[in-house]
């Protein structure tokens, strides 16, 4: 008996020191990378410090990153980062543009490599694949999805393929083909492209040595629903769309042999007793993958949901303010113990503690003022990124 309670003991203090150094592996001071709507000539990616401890971000510097960098992304070595430029004429053409930048691996500014045409109007959305071989962006306005090579120096190729897209849907905003997202899946095979205007997520085999990209199959939403945004669980058996127009998320099982989308079940992103405007945005899964979190723009919450692991059926827990304006992208911290949105219309960011047993937002009372932000990007801090 005694060595069996010596053994428990033991136990559980491994575990414990496990759980320290797990938790101790997150750095407490945070950078921030910002991606905003801009005139050409203004500064417009914006970078600040977050104390994870307090939730406090305190600006550390700004790029001139062109014309509305609005969407951004890093490569996994965080050595590039990449922006959408959300305009609709570039060089003459009716196009946006896509930037890339090196990354100051001492203090995390930013320097300008190359920029390329998105082929497609108004940009709004930039993945990478998860082995830094291809970008690829969604084009709003143009309806399409383009791909790019990255080059060794994290240049962007000119474009290796686009992918037009064609209908249109029975709402204002359905005029015609709107690609709003395209991401890659968790084994690296396929991208699914969501597109608001047709109600479709696309799925397309993607080859990462050519960079180009061949149509498979689509799952079809619900009429008028205008879905946006993708995201996949880290068990990589499930994925999740939230739906613009009809304020809704769906939840799905996924089949990374086929790419394809097989609907769960779908859930209202809003209180029943809600009738203003709103027009949903962004969505997360907790980095632990118990919860899902949407964006309200004009509830001006963040939704929350618990996820039954087996079913992948959806909870209600919250919906909590966002303490501002039109919240468009937001972010966790690596720990996924602070939370970051970017409050478009109101000119703020806010942090929020993030209760990873409930999965309850609170509101850290700190905000930090930016002008239209639109994406947040959370890395560990440079060791010499400036101080105020």
């Not at 799952?219 to 946006?228: C, I, L, M, N, Q």
Request: glycine share 8%; with cysteine; hydrophobic share 35%.
């Amino acid at each position: 008996m005694k060595t069996m309670m010596s053994l428990l003991i033991v136990l559980t203090v491994m575990l414990v020191a496990c759980s320290v150094v797990k938790q101790s592996s997150y750095p407490s001071e945070m950078l921030v990378y910002v991606g905003t709507y801009a005139k050409p000539d203004a500064e417009s990616i914006f970078a600040f410090r977050l104390d994870e401890e307090t939730g406090t971000l305190t600006s550390a510097f700004a790029v001139k990153g062109g014309e509305n960098p609005s969407y951004l992304t890093l490569d996994k070595d965080r050595k590039h980062l990449y922006a959408v430029n959300e305009t609709t004429e570039y060089e003459g053409q009716k196009s946006g543009a896509v930037s890339a930048f090196s990354i100051d691996q001492k203090t995390g500014g930013l320097t300008f490599l190359n920029k390329q045409p998105s082929l497609g109007g108004a940009p709004c959305y930039i993945s990478l694949d998860h082995k830094n071989k291809m970008a690829m962006v969604a084009n709003y306005v143009g309806g399409n999805v383009s791909a790019y090579l990255l080059q060794p120096d994290g240049r962007l190729s000119a474009s290796t393929d686009m992918e037009q897209h064609a209908g249109k849907g029975p709402r204002q905003q359905q005029d015609g083909p709107h690609a709003h997202c395209i991401t890659p899946d968790p084994n690296n095979n396929f991208a699914l492209a969501v597109d608001l205007g047709i109600d479709q997520v696309i799925s397309y085999k993607i080859d990462k040595e050519s960079g180009k990209l061949e149509r498979q199959s689509a799952f079809t939403a619900k009429t008028g629903a205008g879905p946006r945004h993708l995201t996949f669980h880290p068990n990589k058996r499930f994925a999740y769309v939230i739906n613009e127009l009809n304020a809704t998320l769906t939840a799905f099982t996924y089949n990374p042999q086929t790419g394809v989308l097989t609907e769960v079940e779908t859930v209202p992103t809003l209180p029943a007793d809600y009738t203003g405007e709103n027009a949903c945005a962004d969505l997360h899964v907790s980095p632990d993958g118990r919860f899902l979190y949407g964006s309200n723009r004009g509830h001006n919450s963040i939704v929350v949901f618990a996820i039954d692991q087996n079913t992948n059926k959806l909870t209600l827990v919250q919906h909590a303010s966002t303490q501002g304006n039109w919240p468009r992208n937001f972010t966790f911290s690596p720990s996924g113990k602070t939370m970051l949105v970017a409050n478009q219309r109101s000119n703020n960011i806010t942090t929020f503690k993030v209760d990873t047993q409930t999965g309850k937002l609170t509101y850290t009372g700190n905000s930090a003022s930016v002008s239209s932000p639109v994406y947040v990007q959370v890395v560990p801090a440079f060791a010499e990124t400036p101080r105020p």
